[in-house]
């Protein structure tokens, strides 16, 4: 990979990329669900700087039409591509079924997106019944269902939608009663069903693993996707830069970048990533204009 050297003009940008072997990562979320995403990144792929960028005032997008869940997230992913990303993830399951085409379509660089784990889930389940707890835009997405029709018809989907799950999740809610109550009452027809895998179909819901594991125990199984996304990710990334060199850089930086409130977007990654942040040059800002 080329030496460079990127200082974005906007205001927003305050970490200065001067990797020669690197790469800037941008990751897409509607909130703060895509940290999950953000996370694996870190432990894959630690040495490499990322840009998260969580459009929070605008969080959840599951409950929002097509035409504005496609319109934002291509504008979103191109002020990535125009701070000098060399990938993004669009780290949002309804962002990906919704405008991954139209920004796959509209940007140069790779563009790498999340989808439910129910292959996987198929693949994985003992008796056949898998429950998919999604946002409503997911599981009525075109891309969703041409996924589900691909898998075998004997596997049983319970599809559930997690209303009222993702803003728990952005107000620093994830072990509150609040959110254990709404919890239990979406898991009830999957519970019921009998099934014994559950895909967590939006990347805000490992965030609910703990709770799931208090109302459902041990036994059934949680599929999500952030360490396969990652793996792609890598994939590209080698693909992209084939003679990219070592670098003997551990860990890049991150920026964190909030529509809302950065100072807020900042502590619900230190409360909800495994990753030690305090190991990366770190920094949140508030985004600016977007057009």
């Known amino acids: 990979m080329a030496g460079k050297n990127w200082q974005y003009s906007s205001q927003d940008c305050l970490i200065d990329h001067i990797g020669t072997e690197l790469s800037l990562i941008g990751v897409f979320d509607s909130g703060v669900g895509g940290l999950s995403i953000l996370d694996e990144a870190l432990r894959q792929l630690p ?11 605008n969080a959840p997008y599951g409950e929002k039409s097509s035409d504005w869940i496609a319109q934002r997230s291509l504008s979103l992913c191109t002020y990535l591509a125009n701070a000098g990303c060399d990938a993004i993830v669009v780290a949002c ?11 796959r379509a509209s940007l140069d660089v790779p563009v790498i997106g999340v989808e439910p784990g129910i ?12 429950g998919v707890l999604a946002t409503e835009a997911t599981l009525k997405s075109d891309k969703f269902n041409a996924l589900l029709a691909t898998l075998p018809s004997d596997c049983r989907f319970i599809k559930q ?6 803003p ?13 109550d709404l919890l239990a009452s979406h898991l009830e027809p999957i519970q019921d069903a009998g099934a014994d895998t559950i895909v967590l179909g939006c990347t805000h819901y490992p965030f609910l693993r ?9 036994s059934i ?14 994939r590209q990334l080698e693909s992209l830069y084939p003679q990219e060199v070592n670098t003997d850089r551990s860990n890049g930086t991150v920026q964190l970048i909030s529509s809302k409130d950065e100072t807020v ?8 990533m495994r990753s030690d942040l305090d190991a990366h040059a770190i920094q949140a800002v508030l985004l600016g204009k977007v057009s």
């Open 47 to 57: 040495q490499h700087d990322y840009i998260y960028l969580a459009d929070s005032a």
């Open 93 to 103: 399951n309804t962002a990906t079924a919704q405008a991954i085409a139209q920004i």
């Open 119 to 130: 292959k996987p889930a198929s693949m994985q389940t003992q008796n056949g019944i898998v």
């Open 161 to 166: 939608a997690g209303a009222g799950l993702v």
């Open 168 to 180: 728990l999740i952005e107000a620093g809610k994830a072990d509150s009663e609040e959110t254990l």
């Open 210 to 218: 703990k709770a799931i594991r208090k109302l459902l125990g041990d």
């Open 221 to 234: 199984a949680l599929i999500d996707t952030s360490e396969a996304v990652v793996k792609q990710l890598k």
């Open 265 to 272: 977007l900042l502590a619900m990654a230190q409360d909800l």
